[in-house]
Structures are given as structure tokens and as C-alpha cells.
């Protein structure tokens, strides 16, 4: 799933190398903490959050795939 989240987020910021994805947790449940470059931070939000809600639902349906349950938290670099 980490994977997943950075593939996405190197798509759609202009500093792909700033990209940053950190997972966490264990057993059934994992926390993803995405960090991208300052000005890439619009890009990934979204007008009114619908980007990063995008790929929240991505993150879930994936997780819930393999039987687990996902968050994604997008952090100020």
C-alpha cells in the first residue's frame, strides 16, 4: 500500500523526488503519513480536500482487499 500512495502521489506533484511516504502500525490496522514539497501540497489536497479524499478511498479499497484497514494522513513537510 505504500507503494500504491507514492506511484499516485509521484504522479501528481511537480518535485516527484520530495516525495515522502512513511507506514505505520501492525496487524490489521496501517497509518500512511505522506509529505510532499511545499508547493506540491495544493496538488495533493485538492480544491476542498477531493484529491486527497480520492486517494483515501483508493488506500481503503486496497487495504480492504487484503483484509486490513488503512488511514492516510498528509503532513506539512
Known sequence: MKEL???IATSLVEHPQEVQVRESG?????RIELSVAK???GRVIGKGGKVANSI????RVAAERQGR???LDVTEP
Open 5 to 7: 500512495i507514492e506511484f
Open 26 to 30: 501492525s496487524g490489521s490496522r496501517i
Open 56 to 59: 483515501r478511498t483508493l488506500l
Open 39 to 41: 508547493d506540491d501540497m
Open 69 to 71: 484497514q488503512a488511514s
